[in-house]
């Protein structure tokens, strides 16, 4: 199983059989209510009519199409509808079925780029300490989450490096939304720059807002700063939004949030409504010029998945992308934000509780760690959650919530409620 103790969920599974709207049905029948919108993907809420029907047609009309010299219609209209709603300038798209494949793929257009700029040394990339990038060789490269390599690191990509993160209870404690301090540890691409010369650096791949890591936060003017640097020295700026995307953070992505461009972003889990798996990189059209311009070969990017732009995720994504549109979902989010922010901060004074943090609908809820144990309170506490019929996520110490943005204020009320007695509880 991924990601998951075997031995210890064969001796006590958790099951779930079926799911709608804000809540999940165990296999004893138990409602439980989604604090995580499944994996931080369903974010319109499970088993929404207009997905199930769009998937069910599209399976009786086309249930596939090979994608390698190959077309059908329903996958350029939803690429056309993506670069509707992503920040001008990035209006090509390539598809693949997960955040892992988005972010593997994000990295070849990189390096293929950068041949095709005829700037072939520009190979290395730069990642964040406790960044997540999925599971791909490339994407644990330049992820930052130690466990996550520690099994495979005799063979990782051998041009990478880390900024630092931008974690730091000691300034940041309890802060609601962008902490003040911290865009100075931007200032460590400059030290990079010096390090390796910019002329080796492809690209720098940073999530807008860390989620598998915790929930951090950027600083104020971090972004900015790293999107000046990645300017001043011509280095390509990816977003890992495979979290942040489709109105996690009462936005349509981080990068509008936080009114900061990249160069490609990569998407996944939200795209579909997490109904089949989809994901995507979003490139601005100069990077797509210069590598199919400057080659002379049949094709141009020798890359692809036999499931790259599905029919049936297509049709997914297009019913998903309606929803989220003809239901205002991204502004009910932000609507909501106030409210979650003040439920989140209601924990603080609870024992074992050391940081609450939010932006849009997440929470980040960091417990002392016990003795000699890293983990283990907080995943006793996601048991005790479960227990009461309501479904969060540990990670390391910290706690995240990210629920459907369909969710009410009785729902963020019963959210906080469990969760503020189970950390009671189990301290
Ligand atoms: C920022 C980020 N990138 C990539 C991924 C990997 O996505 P997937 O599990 O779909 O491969 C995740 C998954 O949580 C993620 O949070």
Redesign the pocket.
């Known amino acids: 199983m991924p990601f998951t103790a075997n031995k210890a969920f064969k001796r006590a599974p958790r099951m779930l059989v079926a799911a709608k709207d804000m809540y999940y049905t165990t296999d004893d029948g138990r409602q439980i209510l989604d604090g995580t919108a499944g994996?931080?993907c369903v974010n319109a809420g499970h088993c929404r009519e207009s997905i199930t029907a769009a998937i069910r047609e599209q399976a009786g009309v086309m249930d596939y199409a090979p994608p390698f010299q190959m077309g059908h219609p329903l996958a350029f209209e939803l690429a056309k509808q993506l670069v509707g709603m992503l920040p001008t300038g990035i209006d090509r798209i390539f598809f693949g079925n997960?955040?892992?494949?988005a972010?593997d793929t994000s990295l070849k257009i990189a390096l293929a780029y950068w041949q095709a700029k005829g700037e072939p040394q520009r190979v290395r990339f730069i990642g964040r300490q406790r960044g997540?990038?999925?599971?791909g060789f490339g994407?644990i490269s330049v992820g930052g989450i130690e466990a996550n390599r520690r099994q495979f690191a005799a063979q990782m990509l051998p041009a990478v490096d880390h900024l630092p993160h931008t974690h730091d209870l000691s300034t940041n404690a309890y802060t609601r939304g962008q902490p003040a301090n911290g865009a100075h540890f931007a200032d460590a691409l400059e030290e990079m720059v010096a390090k390796y010369d910019a002329s080796t650096i492809a690209a720098v791949i940073l999530?807008p807002v860390a989620?598998?890591t915790g929930v951090i936060i950027p600083p104020k003017g971090y972004l900015q700063r790293i999107r000046e640097i990645c300017d001043k020295h011509g280095i390509l700026l990816i977003f890992?939004e495979?979290?942040t995307g489709f109105g996690r953070l009462g936005t349509s992505f981080g990068a509008t949030k936080f009114g900061v461009t990249p160069d490609m972003m990569?998407v996944?889990?939200g795209i579909t409504n997490a109904a089949v798996p989809m994901?995507a990189v979003c490139a601005r059209g100069s990077i797509y010029d210069a590598i199919v311009n400057s080659s002379t070969a049949g094709i141009e990017l020798f890359h692809g998945y036999t499931y790259s732009g599905h029919p049936l995720a297509a049709a997914a994504g297009l019913a998903t992308l309606e929803l989220y549109r003809s239901e205002a979902l991204f502004e009910r989010a932000a609507s909501l934000e106030s409210y979650w922010a003040d439920a989140v901060h209601s924990l603080r004074g609870i024992p074992h509780v050391i940081d609450l943090r939010n932006i849009g609908i997440v929470a980040g809820i960091e417990l002392e760690p016990r003795a000699g144990a890293p983990g283990a309170r907080a995943f006793d506490v996601f048991l005790k959650c479960f227990e009461d019929g309501v479904m969060i996520r540990s990670t390391g110490d910290t706690l995240a919530l990210s629920p459907p943005l369909i969710l009410e204020k009785a729902h963020i009320d019963r959210m906080f409620d469990v969760v503020g007695n189970a950390i009671k509880h189990v301290s």
């Open positions: 994996l931080w997960s955040g892992s494949e972010v997540y990038h999925g599971v994407g999530e989620g598998s890992d495979v979290i990569t996944a889990k994901g």
